[in-house]
């Protein structure tokens, strides 16, 4: 018997499917579980791990002195490690660097303790089954988390993953963390259900996160990000701008907080784990209908959401169907007045106030109408400047309060 028919027997009895998987995870081939062990398929309960395997994303091999596996251990987001994505844990074993896996939940945990597991054995093959069989055991880890809390918290799993891997590669040490958790966090400092979230400009939020000290310690650190933005259902399939607004605030946060990140295109496919702990879904696109007679404001991520200190809208394509809209009701409905009120956020302004900012946004709206058949005489216009609804405690209810309101009536 050769020694590579004697490796494929020992690989095919030495683990189940993700012993299979990791054999060749630094190779450009993607196998499919075989051998006398695969495991049978999970029978669903209030609390059981997904039993498909996660596949897509890039390969992902070793670059750092220890590697963290950040992963998902929640609804709404696929199960474990992508197979390409194990080069790393088979480099960092072979080598005897620390490496562990880190769940990302509501509160998130450790899984399997960042630590060195450098193959023991008498030969090369007797190491190379140890190798893989240690690597199984971490894929297996991934795979099989479920979650102990509600909700799912990206920065506070970052910030653990961080700090434990640095506890083991000392100061000077590179931490690597690979994250296959889709991002679409609910809690924390990064809160992606929050309204207004996807109104708030990626960078204020990184810079949000910074400023109010919750920035995880990721200098000598890298992050590499498998699939961010997509997300597995109840959670509805973000569009792609979403996706790479998703995508461009991850990185400005690593960046913000000292470390380097780097984005692996490709979605996540597998199954999330049955659970009875919930997550609230991310709506980035929740446009608000409008009221044609009376008052209404449009605020959030709505059709008339404008950029930061700007009269330029933040969507101008919806903004443009918005107002069309509203022009062919008034143009229909001579009778009746509009009184247009813009709001602002409360940060300095290149404006000679908060009131000129908003008075300007409304008077771009009046423009607009007006431009579209409304008689210039049926519209007023005001600057409300900040009017604290909501308060303002991070980026994305700064986003809420630059709003216009319509309140329109009679003509006198």
């Known amino acids: 018997m050769n020694v590579t028919s004697l490796g494929a027997r020992l690989a095919a009895t030495i683990a189940a499917a993700t012993l299979a998987l990791t054999a060749t995870a630094c190779s450009s081939g993607t196998p499919t579980p075989t051998g006398p062990e695969a495991p049978s398929p999970v029978v669903a309960t209030a609390e059981a791990p997904s039993p498909v395997v996660a596949t897509g994303g890039g390969q992902i091999c070793l670059t750092g002195d220890v590697v963290v596996y950040v992963v998902p251990a929640h609804r709404n987001a696929a199960a474990g490690i992508p197979l390409d994505a194990l080069c790393a844990a088979e480099q960092a074993v072979e080598s005897g660097k620390p490496v562990g896996v880190i769940a990302v939940e509501g509160t998130p945990r450790i899984v399997m303790p960042i630590e060195s597991r450098k193959p023991e054995g008498n030969n090369d093959l007797s190491k190379k089954a140890a190798r893989v069989r240690i690597v199984a055991a971490l894929a297996r880890a991934a795979q099989t988390a479920v979650p102990m809390t509600d909700?799912?918290?990206?920065?506070?799993?970052?910030?653990?993953?961080?700090?434990?891997?640095?506890?083991?590669?000392?100061?000077?040490?590179?931490?690597?963390?690979?994250?296959?958790?889709?991002?679409?966090?609910?809690?924390?400092?990064?809160?992606?259900?929050?309204?207004?979230?996807?109104?708030?400009?990626?960078?204020?939020?990184?810079?949000?996160?910074?400023?109010?000290?919750?920035?995880?310690?990721?200098?000598?650190?890298?992050?590499?990000?498998?699939?961010?933005?997509?997300?597995?259902?109840?959670?509805?399939?973000?569009?792609?701008?979403?996706?790479?607004?998703?995508?461009?605030?991850?990185?400005?946060?690593?960046?913000?907080?000292?470390?380097?990140?780097?984005?692996?295109?490709?979605?996540?496919?597998?199954?999330?784990?049955?659970?009875?702990?919930?997550?609230?879904a991310v709506v980035p696109s929740d446009y608000p209908s409008f009221e044609e007679a009376g008052t209404f404001a449009l605020v959030g991520d709505s059709a008339l959401a404008f950029l930061p200190d700007s009269a330029g809208y933040l969507h101008p394509e919806q903004a443009s169907t918005f107002l069309d809209a509203y022009a062919r009701y008034l143009v229909g409905h001579p009778r009746l007045a509009v009184v247009i009120s813009g709001q602002t956020a409360n940060y300095s302004t290149r404006w000679a106030s908060l009131e000129a900012l908003a008075k300007a946004r409304a008077e771009q709206v009046k423009a607009d109408l007006v431009a579209r058949g409304v008689e210039s005489s049926r519209l007023t216009t005001q600057g409300l400047g900040y009017r604290a609804n909501p308060p303002q405690v991070d980026a994305a209810t700064a986003a809420l309060n630059r709003a216009v309101t319509f309140a329109a009536g009679p003509l006198p």
């Open 151 to 280: 909700g799912t918290d990206l920065a506070s799993a970052l910030a653990l993953a961080v700090d434990s891997g640095r506890s083991v590669a000392g100061a000077t040490g590179q931490v690597q963390l690979i994250v296959t958790d889709p991002g679409l966090s609910d809690r924390g400092a990064v809160n992606l259900a929050a309204k207004g979230a996807f109104v708030a400009e990626p960078s204020e939020m990184a810079n949000h996160v910074k400023a109010n000290g919750q920035c995880p310690k990721l200098a000598n650190s890298s992050v590499a990000f498998v699939g961010l933005g997509y997300g597995l259902a109840p959670q509805a399939e973000l569009t792609i701008a979403d996706r790479e607004r998703v995508s461009k605030l991850w990185s400005l946060v690593v960046e913000q907080c000292g470390g380097k990140s780097t984005l692996i295109p490709g979605k996540i496919s597998g199954r999330a784990p049955t659970t009875d702990h919930t997550v609230t």
